[in-house]
């Protein structure tokens, strides 16, 4: 049997699959050279006080965007109780997209490393964050339109029924003829006979 021939039915292996695991190692090796050239330059309770600095910053900024995000949540709760004519939201709040990538910077600032931190950084800026929250859209966008017909791009059409009138039913199966306790016949299994001695 040849082992070296892979079945024409087997899924291809993607580009960022194969080369994920070298790119984050390589990030690691960068990151910690970097901390060690800035240790040699100025000192190790520098490059100490840039960790801490870069983790209470993240700390701060991941609380401040989770409150920004449950205050809109909230909002739009009361606007929705109040009804079609309810107050409408207060404008020059950032939304969804705003928030996710506060968070983001907030998370990269709390990840050791000098490159993370800037890269933190660059998410918290207005101009490059709302730019990087629509790059990111785009490709996952992209990547919902080419997934594979059992991937996750399809899984909200799977989800949904079409009868042939055209109306689509959304929900799940709750099957209320399941066995009641062990030993219980199914519904597709005949009856056990009694265990006799």
């Known amino acids: 049997m040849m082992?070296?021939?892979?079945?024409?039915?087997a899924p291809k292996r993607s580009r960022a699959r194969t080369f994920l695991p070298l790119a984050v190692a390589a990030w690691a090796v960068l990151e910690?050279?970097?901390?060690?050239?800035?240790a040699r330059a100025a000192g190790?309770?520098?490059?100490?006080?840039?960790?801490?600095?870069?983790?209470v910053l993240g700390a701060v900024v991941i609380k401040r965007a989770g409150r920004r995000a449950f205050n809109n949540l909230r909002d739009g709760v009361r606007a929705a109780q109040a009804g079609p004519?309810?107050?409408?939201?207060a404008p020059g709040r950032s939304g969804g997209s705003g928030n996710a990538m506060t968070m983001l910077g907030g998370l990269l600032l709390m990840?050791?490393?000098?490159?993370?931190?800037?890269?933190?950084?660059?998410?918290?800026?207005?101009g490059v964050r709302e730019r990087i929250a629509k790059l990111l859209g785009r490709a996952f966008q992209r990547r919902l339109a080419t997934a594979a017909p059992g991937g996750f791009g399809s899984a909200y059409q799977q989800a949904r029924i079409h009868y042939p009138d055209g109306k689509v039913v959304q929900g799940e199966v709750v099957r209320e003829d399941a066995p009641a306790g062990p030993g219980a016949a199914g519904p597709f299994e005949p009856p056990r006979p009694p265990l006799t001695p």
């Open 111 to 126: 990840v050791p490393g000098l490159l993370s931190d800037v890269a933190g950084l660059l998410c918290l800026v207005p």
């Open 85 to 89: 004519g309810g107050a409408p939201a």
């Open 32 to 38: 910690i050279w970097l901390l060690t050239l800035v």
């Open 44 to 55: 190790g309770f520098t490059v100490f006080a840039l960790l801490a600095g870069g983790v």
């Open 3 to 9: 082992s070296g021939i892979s079945s024409p039915t």
